[in-house]
């Protein structure tokens, strides 16, 4: 029984690092980025929030987003639209072996089975984590006039590709009304035309 709780506090104390990995998103208001526990924190609000009468396991996709960043200890932060996100791969799961075995093994055995769930999103818990995973920061930068798509020059067709589909998925009674959102963001802001 010790040797356990000694492994869980190991665990515990371990997973605290996750509160100095800075993320690309800025919150709300933009004062500064967000780190990887916050988003994981909202994350998990979002799912009991917006989870209401949608046919999943609320607790379980929860979990799912309380750990699915985790890995980001070992391996950092890769922004989404970043073009080295298959090159983390191999990274992360070196991270989540790691990880997950400093629990008691059959806890680390459902943990490291969750995280591979979200990864691969063929379950109805792990579509829709990765929805909300796309939708979060997505509304921060809406709400931040663009923040982290500004600085990275981030254009509307790029942003309804690569978080069109996972919200879609995950939210289609939602999307229409995000997307119109994105639309409206992007009809709102000038072209920069270079001076000469």
Known sequence: MVDEFDQRLAFLLEVDKLKLVERQSRVAGGERRENSAEHSWHLALFALVLGKDRPVDLLKTVKMLLIHDLVEID??????????????????????????????????????????????????????????????????????????????????????????????????DLWPIVEQK???????????????
Not at 121 to 140: M, T
Not at 142 to 156: A, K, V
Not at 182 to 196: D, N
């Open 75 to 172: 391996a950092g932060d890769t922004p989404f639209h970043s073009s080295d996100r298959q090159d983390k791969m191999e990274d992360e799961k070196a991270a989540a072996k790691r990880l997950y075995s400093l629990l008691p093994s059959d806890e680390g055995v459902e943990y490291r089975a969750l995280w591979d769930e979200f990864e691969a999103g063929d379950s109805a818990e792990a579509v829709f984590a990765r929805g909300l995973d796309r939708l979060q920061p997505l509304l921060l930068n809406l709400i931040n006039e663009g923040g982290t798509w500004i600085e990275n020059s981030i254009c509307e067709q790029t942003v309804m590709e690569r978080y069109g589909p996972a919200i879609s998925t995950a939210f289609p």
């Open 182 to 196: 994105v639309r409206i963001h992007f009809a709102g802001r000038q072209p920069t035309v270079a001076s000469g």
